[in-house]
């Protein structure tokens, strides 16, 4: 059935597809997990998970997500990334992680797929309105069902002769018509599908549903009694993973290659404005909650904002940006130069504020608009219904600014307007007392309140490495006077980092594409792991720990106390 | 004091489960192992129940047998709202008896099809089983389809689920176990997921609860704001 | 479906798992299937057991073993030894055989699903782990050059209830051992007695590619349990993870490193694959077209 693959057909009707259920379909034998968004995206996916292959359908639909019911991986809406994995929190998948997903059209109130589609469903002369009729699974393979329906005579119905060899039409005594459509389940089962050209309702949708069922389950009941011999069936072929799925890769995206449009920009205050960005073309990549991009400005500027979208809310990016008057020019340009319909150049998100979602209990604090990644993680710590409690310090005039976020948990959210800064001392005080197993607190704001809190929050003895943060922008001086070697392990170089240069340049010099994003040791996307030497860090990314570790650096902003350093690249 | 004598595997057993966690009651397991020691069958248990069929329920010294029974029993004495067994109501009740028997009927099916496949009970002629449980799903998803197009959700005319519900849900949902697939009964599936949604639903082994409802938003949608001076 | 016959003698030259001892007492004669061939096992008066093929007339008898609680046959020429499970015979302990079950899926993905830690949460929910204690900590796997056994050592995972008689939660340490291409042993820390171990054991009976009779069975220090709540236990905890296993595509495990996609908490499935993809098995796996994938760890 080579041909089919290229032909539209009918998986599942709409009513198919109820709110949060998950509906196991086949066509030509592959499996699909079919599922409405609550957005009202239609997904249709290959029924399996990539993990370890269990199908998606005896999961979840969470809404925008779809979790498997093995190790419950989560997938994202539209994009059918794999958002989380449960069994390592910490990290954030690789975005290759993704399902194989399948072109949907809704159309005759069905919901049609193709493997390599050419153009759109077709159109069925006559249906202008229609009634979806109850569709009836026949034991029996495709051809034998279309051989019975093109010689049999329908009772008080005369059949149409047309091209479109798949659409049967037929016209009622009464001059109304019905159109029948078979669906190739598998080899030797096929759904007979069938719609009538009026839209009806109450009791007359429920006689001409009546009458039709009986009509069509006798169809099938005199095609089964014709007892064909059966085919041999055949699994269709599962497609290999790419190769680094395989082996855990360290990934190195082409930067800045997204294309966006500004859909949306909207004052939330006297001083944030939100904007809302659409892919141009192609599907916007997942993200994880806590990502930010890197958004390309008109003067070659490049600035990084944290996403503030929900789980699964995959068709467009939102982002958050403070107008700092007297501030650098990054967000003068946003509130100034940018209008609704402008296309930027975007990368991809990068993911180093991971959530990790395995604690029972996290203390968001955030400061003024430090709170935009934690808005992201809000949302989907709600959405997986785990606790969490958000404390805002803020200025009065931005208190409204984030509201309708909050909306679906406004009673886990505390706003604090105005505080001075003893003030918030004790404040953070009162809530970072008692630490308790599995609890995390996360932090993100102006450098000053990062740092108080870490404090508080070790003087209270909160372990080091639950306590999160990030910082908008590295303050500490960075020198960049020593020379060093680096040896690159994987792909056995070796470089000289003379003074001036930082190791991340380096590197792009010598070909060796490392993903990088704000360049000043604040946002963790550039890290790579140390096998030798002596770092001299200098970012504010790392925690102590870590930092003591010597294991991890920031190869745009930390250098080597030792001769030489071998990375793990 | 309730007391019922249970098997965690056990679809009949489940069905009492079931309705006593709708019904919130509490009540003792005397656990029978079913499986692999066949203590159904022991001398004992035959004293309790000459049948030598789980589940059995004690409600003090009342002994009642048979899992469609004891739910009748139940919904009779214990739900004050009168839904799960409207007795007032002899249209629904004869309704409800209808799937009672429906409901028995897949136990010398879907059931022994699950036997069959995981507990080893040779003497059943699988392959005649599974065909028969596919005739049933058939006309139980005509049945829940055409239900639905009436504003019903439930197997019968009713806003609420029923004791009829309770009684065919186990073996239809676990009748992948005996190798019979749902694939072709959408409106049986749609079913099973607003069954696992019926509030205090309890799952057994072998069976997941379904997705989440929305996340429910909050009553109190003012948050909580304190000023500085 | 007709049944295939079973050529690789990977397969063919094991010893099978065919019955507990304990069922075999109840009954004289019993059949069984075993890689899609019939067999017969009677026992005589004298307790002595034989084996035939249920087709030979001839009654050839096969060779067997008892060993562990359970009666063991091989349709090939079997190793004389079969692996070593001390703990078996300890005198404080108590052997449970808790019965076997019928899955329709291959012994590898059965064997897979027993080394996992990562489903506890979401597959024995409130028994063997809970959100959000999903964490999977790194652990040790190595591969026993003298015994040819995988072991996985240092696991670590959160158990709200972590046997019959535990009923608070707590990080349990684990030991995985699996010392025959179908059967694993998982050692936990006995909640009686810290410093020594429950064993959990798994021995696979291949009826065909695609199913499978699981025998299960505990040897544990715990002497407060009946045997019965212990069985029931244990059977709650298979009975959860059936459908998991009945659900996953395709039935044979896929050695291609390919095919899936594994994370660090799958490390000892990845061991596992590329064992039985070293030993040449073809039997209820998919082998890897390309051999050159696997590279020794
Ligand atoms: S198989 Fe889906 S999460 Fe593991
Ligand atoms: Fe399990």
Not at chain 1, 308 to 330: L, M, Q, R, S, W
Not at chain 2, 64 to 79: G, S, V
Not at chain 2, 122 to 150: P, S
Not at chain 3, 240 to 257: A, C, H
């Amino acid at each position: 059935m080579k041909l089919a693959l290229s032909k539209w057909f009918p998986v599942a009707s709409i009513s198919d597809l109820p709110y949060r259920h998950i509906f196991q379909g086949q066509l030509l034998g592959r499996e699909y997990a079919i599922w409405k968004a609550d957005d009202g995206n239609i997904n249709i996916w290959e029924n399996r998970c990539l993990h370890r292959g269990v199908r998606l359908s005896i999961g979840t639909n969470e809404g925008f997500e779809l979790k498997c019911q093995y190790h419950g991986w989560r997938y994202a809406n539209r994009t059918a990334g794999c958002t989380y994995i449960p069994a390592h929190p910490a990290d954030a998948p690789a975005r290759t992680i993704c399902n194989n997903t399948y072109t949907c059209q809704e159309k005759y109130g069905m919901v049609w797929t193709c493997e390599t589609p050419i153009g759109d469903v077709p159109d069925i002369k006559g249906f202008k309105s229609f009634t979806v009729l109850r569709p009836i699974p026949i034991n029996s393979a495709y051809k034998n069902v279309r051989n019975f329906l093109s010689s049999k005579e329908i009772p008080d119905h005369h059949m149409l002769r047309s091209k479109q060899t798949e659409f049967w039409r037929f016209k009622t005594n009464a001059g109304n018509l019905l159109s029948l459509v078979i669906q190739p389940q598998s080899g030797n089962i096929s759904i007979l599908r069938g719609i009538y050209n009026l839209k009806t309702t109450g009791t007359e949708k429920l006689r001409v549903l009546k009458y039709y069922n009986s009509l069509m389950t006798k169809l099938r009941d005199e095609i089964e009694s014709q007892h064909l011999p059966k085919l041999h069936e055949r699994n269709p072929k599962i497609s290999k993973l790419a190769d680094d799925l395989s082996q855990f890769p360290t990934l190195s995206d082409q930067k800045h290659n997204l294309r966006v449009s500004v859909s949306e920009k909207v004052k939330l205050s006297d001083n944030i404005v939100k904007l809302k960005l659409k892919s141009i073309k192609k599907q916007l990549p997942t993200f994880h909650a806590g990502a930010h991009i890197d958004i390309v400005l008109q003067n070659g500027l490049i600035r990084q904002y944290s996403l503030t979208n929900g789980p699964g809310e995959t068709d467009h990016y939102c982002i958050a940006v403070k107008i700092e008057k007297h501030g650098g020019g990054g967000s003068k340009i946003i509130s100034e130069n940018i209008s609704v319909g402008d296309i930027m150049a975007i990368s991809a998100p990068h993911n180093s504020f991971p959530l990790l979602r395995n604690s029972t209990h996290i203390i968001f604090l955030a400061g003024g608009i430090g709170i935009t990644p934690m808005l992201s993680m809000a949302k989907a710590m709600h959405s997986m219904r785990q606790s969490f409690e958000l404390h805002h310090f803020t200025k009065s005039n931005d208190k409204e600014a984030f509201s309708h976020d909050f909306a679906s948990f406004t009673n886990k959210v505390i706003t604090y307007n105005d505080l001075s800064i003893n003030q918030s001392l004790t404040t953070i005080k009162s809530l970072l007392k008692k630490p308790k197993f599995s609890n995390k607190i996360y932090v993100c704001g102006p450098g000053e309140m990062i740092q108080n809190a870490i404090k508080i929050g070790l003087e209270f003895g909160w372990n080091e490495s639950d306590i999160h943060y990030e910082y908008f922008k590295n303050e500490n001086e960075i020198h960049k006077n020593s020379t060093f070697k680096i040896d690159l392990a994987r792909s056995a170089m070796s470089l000289e980092v003379p003074s001036g240069k930082s190791v991340l340049q380096i590197l792009k010099e010598n070909g060796v594409n490392l993903v990088s994003s704000c360049e000043q040791g604040a946002c963790g996307t550039c890290k790579v792991r140390v096998i030798e030497g002596k770092i001299d860090h200098q970012d504010v990314f790392l925690n102590s720990l870590e930092k003591e570790g010597q294991n991890i650096m920031l190869t745009c902003v930390s250098r080597a106390k030792s001769k030489r350093l071998i990375l793990d690249i | 004091m309730l007391k019922l004598y249970d098997y965690e595997l056990s679809g009949n057993c489940y069905k009492v489960r079931l309705m006593m966690a709708f019904l919130k009651l509490s009540y003792d397991r005397e656990l029978i192992e079913f499986y692999p020691s066949k203590k159904h069958k022991s001398l004992e248990f035959l004293e309790i129940n000459p049948l030598g069929q789980l589940p059995v329920l004690m409600d003090n010294d009342f002994i009642i047998r048979d899992a469609q029974a004891i739910l009748i029993y139940l919904a009779q004495k214990y739900d004050s709202q009168n839904n799960w067994y409207p007795s007032e109501k002899p249209s629904l009740v004869a309704e409800i008896s209808e799937w009672l028997f429906f409901a028995n009927d897949l136990t010398a099916t879907s059931s022994a099809a699950r036997l069959h496949d995981g507990f080893f009970y040779t003497n059943i002629h699988v392959e005649k089983c599974r065909k028969k449980a596919h005739d049933q799903f058939r006309i139980f998803d005509e049945h829940l389809y055409f239900n639905e197009q009436q504003g019903f959700p439930w197997i019968c005319k009713s806003q609420y689920p029923t004791i009829a519900d309770i009684a065919c849900f186990p073996y239809i949902i676990l009748s992948e176990e005996g190798g019979i697939s749902r694939i072709n009964y959408p409106a049986v599936r749609r079913w099973c997921d607003r069954f696992k949604r019926i509030p205090n639903f309890i799952v057994m082994s072998g069976i997941f609860p379904a997705g989440p409802q929305k996340v429910p938003d909050n009553e109190a949608k003012q948050s909580k704001i304190l000023n500085g001076n | 479906m007709h049944a295939e016959i079973c050529e690789d003698t990977v397969i063919l030259n094991q010893w099978h798992p065919i019955s507990s001892t304990d069922d075999l007492k109840n009954h004289k004669q019993i059949t069984t299937m075993l890689l899609e061939e019939k067999i017969t096992c009677k026992k005589n008066s004298n307790g002595k057991y034989f084996v035939w093929k249920s087709i030979d007339i001839k009654k050839k008898l096969l060779p067997i073993k008892i060993a562990y609680g359970y009666l063991w046959t091989s349709l090939g020429t079997p190793p004389t030894d079969l692996f070593s499970f001390p703990e078996f015979y300890e005198i404080d302990r108590r052997n449970v055989a808790t019965g076997v079950f019928g899955v329709n899926i291959s012994a590898g993905r059965t064997i897979e699903n027993f080394l996992d830690m990562g489903h506890f949460p979401f597959v024995h929910t409130g028994v063997l782990g809970e959100e959000p204690h999903t964490e999977v900590k790194e652990y040790d796997v190595s591969i026993c050059e003298t015994n040819d056994e995988i072991l996985a050592t240092k696991c670590q995972f959160y158990q709200p209830q972590a046997a019959v008689i535990s009923s608070k939660g707590a990080e349990v340490d684990y030991i995985y051992r699996i010392p025959h291409i179908n059967c694993a042993i998982l050692y936990k820390s006995s909640p009686v007695d810290k410093k020594r171990q429950d064993a959990i054991i798994i021995f696979v009976q291949p009826v065909s590619q695609e199913i499978v009779r699981a025998h299960t069975g505990m040897c544990i220090i715990d002497d407060k349990s009946a045997d019965k709540d212990i069985r029931l236990f244990q059977q709650t905890i298979f009975g959860q993870d059936k459908p998991i296993l009945e659900n996953q595509f395709p039935k044979k495990l896929p050695l291609d490193s390919r095919a899936e996609t594994p994370i660090r908490a799958d490390k000892s499935s990845i061991a596992y694959r590329r064992w039985l993809s070293q030993k040449g098995l073809t039997y209820g796996v998919i082998p890897s077209e390309d051999n050159n994938l696997f590279e020794v760890m």
